[in-house]
C-alpha cells in the first residue's frame, strides 16, 4: 500500500506502454476511446467524500454500474494532473462514448456524481474520427517523464507530484482482458 501512496513527478513508461496498448486494444474490441472529460477534484463536490482518489475511484465504479444498466461497458484510460505548482489536482480521461447513449447524458450524470456548483468541474468533448484519439492521448500524456519524450513523439510537460497512480485504464481493456480475449481468439482459431 506504501507504494501506491507515492508521490510522482511523472507518468512511467510502463504507465505510457500499458495506456497506449489498452487504448489501441479498446478501437480492435469496438469500444473506440471517442470522447474526453476532464475532472477538477478541488470544485467537485462527490461522489461521496475522503480524498480525490477515494472519489475518483467510487466515480469510475458508479459510471461502470450505470452504463452497464444501458448494456455497455465503461471503456477508459486516464491521467492524473497536479496543475501547477501542484495547487490542483485534476484528471484527464479518454472513454468510449457507446453511440446509443448521447455524449449530453453521460456528462449529466456525471455532472450529477460530482456535484459542484462551478462548470468548470467537469469538462466533456467528443474526440471526432477517423484516427482520432492520437492526438488527445498525447496531450493527456504530457506529464511523461522528459526523458522519454522525444520517443513517444509528446511534447512533455512538468503535471507536479501527484501522490497514488498517476494513471491507468479500465479493467475490460487493461493487461489481464487483453491476454484473455487473446487467448480466446487463438483458440477459437485451433478449434476452427
Known amino acids: 500500500m506504501a507504494n501506491f501512496l507515492k508521490a510522482t513527478p511523472f507518468i512511467s513508461k510502463k504507465q505510457v506502454d500499458s495506456l497506449l496498448a489498452a487504448t489501441n486494444h479498446a478501437g480492435h474490441y469496438g469500444m473506440p476511446i471517442n470522447a474526453t472529460a476532464t475532472i477538477h477534484w478541488a470544485v467537485a463536490g462527490g461522489p461521496g467524500g475522503g480524498t480525490w482518489r477515494d472519489r475518483q475511484k467510487r466515480l469510475f465504479v458508479n459510471v461502470r454500474h450505470w452504463l452497464a444498466r444501458r448494456n455497455t461497458e ?16 485534476h484528471t484527464h480521461i479518454g472513454f468510449h462514448h ?28 467528443p474526440v471526432g474520427p477517423p484516427h482520432y484519439f492520437p492526438g488527445w492521448r498525447r496531450y493527456m500524456l504530457k506529464g511523461l517523464n522528459p526523458e522519454l519524450g522525444n520517443s513517444y513523439g509528446i511534447k512533455v510537460e512538468s503535471q507536479g507530484l501527484v501522490t497514488g497512480k498517476r494513471c491507468g485504464v479500465s479493467r475490460n481493456i487493461d493487461a489481464a482482458a487483453r491476454v484473455k480475449r487473446m487467448t480466446a481468439s487463438l483458440e477459437a482459431e485451433v478449434a476452427a
Open 74 to 89: 465503461w471503456a477508459s484510460c486516464w491521467a492524473v494532473e497536479a496543475g501547477q505548482l501542484g495547487k490542483e489536482v
Open 98 to 125: 457507446p453511440p446509443h447513449i448521447s455524449l449530453a447524458d453521460i456528462e449529466a450524470y456525471l455532472r450529477g456524481q460530482l456535484g459542484g456548483v462551478e462548470d468548470r468541474v467537469l469538462v466533456v468533448k
